[in-house]
C-alpha cells in the first residue's frame, strides 16, 4: 500500500503571524507526532504551501481577504516550529497560489496512493479544499482528516467543514465534537 501525509499549509503566517490563531497554536505538537509516526509507518510526507507575491492585494483572494501573507521569500511563508524542523529535504513540497492545488491533485492521481491523510489549516478553507480534490484525483483511495491535527480561527467553521468533509465520504479520526466546551470556564 502507498500512503501520504499532507501536511496543509502549516506556516508561520497562519500560527503566529498575519492570520495566526490560537488553534493553530496548539496544532504543532499533534502535527509533529503525526508527522513521526507517519515516517516511522513508512509514509511519504507533502507539505503545501500557501503562496503569494507582493501583489497579493491585487488578486481576487487579495480583494477579499486584505490581509497580506505568506508571501513566497518572508519568514511569515516558512513552515512553522518543530514541524518545519521534522521536513526533510526528500519531503516533497507543493507551493500553492489558491485555497486548493491542482498540482497537488495531478500529483496524488499520478501516484496513486491506497491512502492519504491530511493535517493542518485552515480546515474551513485550504485544508477542505485540498481533501475535496484529494477525493477527486483518488476517488477509491482512503482519505483521512486527523481532526486533531487540524483548526479553523472559528470552532464553528472547524466542525462545519469536519462535517461536509464526513458527507462526502472523508474519514474523519479523533474528533471530540464540543472539545472546546471541556477547556472553557464554567
Known amino acids: 500500500m502507498r500512503n501520504i501525509l499532507l501536511v496543509i499549509d502549516y506556516q508561520q503566517d497562519f500560527v503566529d503571524g498575519a492570520l495566526g490563531f490560537p488553534q493553530s497554536v496548539r496544532l504543532e505538537d499533534p502535527i509533529a507526532q503525526k508527522i513521526l509516526e507517519c515516517r516511522s509507518n513508512g509514509y511519504e510526507i507533502l507539505f503545501t504551501y500557501d503562496t503569494h507575491t507582493a501583489e497579493y492585494l491585487n488578486t481576487q483572494e487579495g480583494r477579499n481577504l486584505p490581509v497580506v501573507h505568506c508571501i513566497k521569500g518572508t519568514a511569515g511563508w516558512e513552515l512553522y516550529g518543530k514541524v518545519a524542523q521534522l521536513r526533510r529535504d526528500t519531503d ?85 465534537k464540543g472539545w472546546q466546551n471541556f477547556n472553557s470556564p464554567s
Open 92 to 176: 516533497i513540497c507543493i507551493e500553492k497560489i489558491a485555497f486548493g492545488s491542482m498540482e497537488l491533485a495531478e500529483f496524488l492521481s499520478a501516484n496513486q496512493y491506497d491512502r492519504v491523510e491530511l493535517v493542518g489549516v485552515v480546515s474551513n478553507i485550504c485544508l477542505i479544499s485540498d481533501a475535496v480534490l484529494a477525493k477527486a484525483a483518488l476517488p477509491e483511495a482512503e482519505i483521512i482528516v486527523d481532526a486533531s491535527c487540524v483548526a479553523s480561527n472559528e470552532d464553528r467553521l472547524n466542525e462545519a467543514a469536519l462535517d461536509v468533509m464526513e458527507s462526502m465520504q472523508i474519514r474523519i479520526i479523533n474528533r471530540v
